[in-house]
């Protein structure tokens, strides 16, 4: 299994909270990775990083937004929640060199907001 | 555009059968890849086909790709209960390392 953890894994919160959701990967991968999933849905990418200070907008819009700090840091911030934000956030990371490369996954957070 | 389209969208087979699944795809690419989701987890990945080969093996796995058709199938032998998820396939999108992923198929295996 790969070393990459999200927390929490399962968040209730209401409308107009500000949320926080934390990836972090031990492996020291240049490149990391924001997707939404609906239930029995395909993955979109919504950000993407390809190294420290680094950060870029991915196919789906959000209204979160990315920092890359820290190599092994990527976290995701929604300003204000709102229900259309509830989904599955799944954190990913990869390996600098050459594009013929997997992509190793955290076990998500499933938010949900009331 | 989409990119991975799997089918079928649901298979459910006893224990012991093989499963197959298939995956097509629209624009050229450098490879395809295939990941399996266990409910509520992360995806894990099971093999990745670069554009050059037609065929590659891992385990109980064999995966093919024919560019020509822009399709690949993920062939899971001897299948048990313990491969019942869902199944991605996953295109690049040539010299980036960003990745398009289809809708999967659930693959349900019955003990």
């Known amino acids: 299994e790969a070393d990459i953890y999200q927390t929490p894994r399962y968040l209730v919160i209401g409308t107009g909270k500000k949320i926080t959701l934390e990836c972090s990967q031990t492996m020291g991968h240049d490149k990391m990775y924001w997707y939404q999933q609906d239930p029995g849905m395909e993955l979109h990418l919504i950000h993407y990083?390809?190294?420290?200070?680094?950060?870029e907008k991915g196919d789906l819009s959000s209204e979160s937004t990315v920092s890359r700090i820290r190599t092994e840091h990527f976290p995701l911030t929604l300003e204000s929640a709102r229900p259309s934000h509830t989904s599955q956030y799944l954190c990913a990371s990869s390996i600098g060199t050459g594009n013929n490369q997997p992509q190793h996954f955290g076990d998500g957070t499933r938010l949900s907001i009331l | 555009s989409q990119q991975g389209e799997e089918d079928p969208q649901a298979l459910s087979i006893q224990e012991g059968e093989n499963a197959t699944m298939n995956c097509s795809y629209k624009t050229s690419i450098n490879n395809l890849q295939w990941y399996r989701q266990n409910s509520g987890r992360g995806l894990v990945h099971l093999i990745l086909?670069?554009?050059?080969?037609r065929e590659k093996h891992s385990g109980r796995l064999r995966v093919t790709l024919d560019t020509s058709k822009k399709s690949s199938s993920l062939l899971i032998t001897a299948s048990r209960a313990a491969d019942t998820a869902s199944y991605f396939c996953?295109?690049?999108?040539?010299?980036?390392?960003?990745?398009?992923f289809g809708k999967g198929t659930l693959l349900t295996v019955n003990p």
């Open positions: 996953a295109t690049d999108r040539g010299s980036n390392y960003k990745l398009t």
């Open positions: 086909i670069r554009s050059n080969e």
């Open positions: 990083s390809y190294g420290v200070n680094s950060t």
